[in-house]
């Protein structure tokens, strides 16, 4: 049974095997993508934390899709880049969400 609302919603419509896929699928792509914010122009940056936002929110990572949604505002805003604090606060939302998400991911496997 999927851990979260957002996460059931999804499996109503494509079914809980293809949401695991899309679960594993965030959890294994995370890190490449938490590396790529530490390089790269600043767009570039703009735009992964928006993609990332979207993907946080559809795994019903609240916590790690609201942080970055305040990053990406304030980017967006010309209030700056991101800083080496910022990448640690999202490492520890990931690891907070990605542990219900990986007792889902494995439970179908």
Same mark, same amino acid.
């Given at each position: 049974?999927?851990?979260?609302?957002?996460?059931?919603?999804?499996?109503?419509?494509?079914?809980?095997?293809?949401?695991?896929?899309?679960?594993?699928?965030f959890l294994r792509?995370?890190?490449?993508?938490?590396?790529?914010? !530490?390089?790269?122009?600043?767009?570039?940056?703009?735009?992964?934390?928006?993609?990332?936002?979207?993907?946080a929110r559809l795994?019903?990572?609240? !916590?790690?899709?609201?942080?970055?949604?305040?990053?990406?505002?304030?980017?967006a805003d010309g209030?700056?880049?991101?800083?080496?604090?910022?990448?640690? !606060?999202?490492?520890?939302?990931?690891?907070?969400?990605?542990?219900?998400?990986?007792?889902?991911?494995?439970?179908?496997?």
């Open positions: 049974m999927p851990p979260n609302r957002s996460l059931a919603e999804l499996a109503s419509v494509l079914g809980e095997d293809n949401v695991r896929t899309l679960v594993r699928t792509d995370w890190p490449v993508a938490l590396r790529e914010l !530490g390089g790269g122009t600043r767009p570039v940056r703009h735009r992964l934390v928006h993609s990332l936002k979207s993907n795994m019903g990572a609240v !916590g790690l899709s609201q942080r970055l949604a305040e990053l990406e505002d304030r980017m209030g700056g880049d991101l800083a080496p604090v910022d990448l640690a !606060g999202l490492d520890a939302d990931f690891e907070a969400a990605a542990r219900e998400l990986q007792a889902f991911a494995a439970s179908g496997a």
